[in-house]
């Protein structure tokens, strides 16, 4: 079946603009989550959703960021007023249980969408 | 606070030799392991994961990790490299069922 998608794939803002960033989980995933890539670094958490909800976004950066899934599938990462150090890779995964299911934890993840902000 | 450190930035071996990546994690209990390996412009590719049982375990391409408590190390292995085994390598902990939290990662580089 088809994996996670992300969209776009690139984006160039510049300084100051807004953007949206979308995510489309695996059909049936309950779980989604946003991280975020610099250069040369690892992934690093953003925030979590269990369906609708919005369990944890300890790991955004600033109020700039907002995450939401308002149906429980679809997930858009909006950044306001970019900045040049929002540039990074935003990778979204989905996992088909939740936290408290007692599963594999497994998540799959799409492909990124590479951010420059100049 | 939970932490996952890989030692080697970058790793060159050479085709055919073997291979060890090294992963240290920080955590109160032991959590869920996993490694997984990001070719440039890809996302990331799950090889092997670990949660209870064997500490041995065998994932996709040859790889192979082995977990050891006493270490707090969950070392991936690889006998013999291919060239296409050139990418970046990240091993992460699970927080049961919450985020991850990945280490910087190793770049393997393999010589002809």
């Known amino acids: 079946g088809a994996g996670v998608s992300q969209s776009p794939r690139y984006k160039v803002a510049k300084r100051g603009q807004d953007v949206a960033l979308r995510c489309d989980p695996i059909?049936?995933?309950?779980?989604l989550f946003w991280y975020q890539q610099a250069l040369g670094q690892g992934p690093e958490f953003l925030t979590y959703f269990q369906n609708e909800a919005q369990l944890d976004k300890s790991g955004l950066p600033s109020d700039r960021f907002f995450a939401e899934r308002p149906e429980g599938s679809v997930s858009t990462l909006k950044i306001q007023r970019t900045q040049q150090e929002d540039s990074a890779v935003y990778l979204c995964a989905s996992s088909l249980q939740g936290a408290l299911a007692g599963s594999s934890y497994e998540q799959y993840f799409g492909p990124g969408t590479r951010l420059t902000v100049t | 606070a939970q932490s996952v450190t890989q030692p080697d930035i970058h790793i060159t071996v050479s085709e055919g030799a073997s291979l060890e990546l090294r992963c240290n994690y920080s955590?109160?209990?032991?959590?869920?392991l996993f490694w997984y390996v990001q070719s440039p412009g890809q996302g990331l590719q799950l090889l092997l994961k670990?949660?209870?049982?064997?500490?041995l375990v065998q994932g996709i391409k040859g790889f192979e990790a082995e977990f050891k408590r006493s270490q707090s190390s969950f070392n991936l292995r690889k006998p013999s490299v291919h060239w296409s085994d050139a990418a970046e390598y990240f091993c992460a902990v699970n927080n049961y069922g919450q985020n991850f939290v990945f280490g910087p990662g190793t770049r393997l580089s393999v010589l002809p």
């Open positions: 955590y109160g209990a032991t959590p869920y």
């Open positions: 059909s049936g995933h309950v779980s």
């Open positions: 670990y949660f209870s049982g064997d500490t």
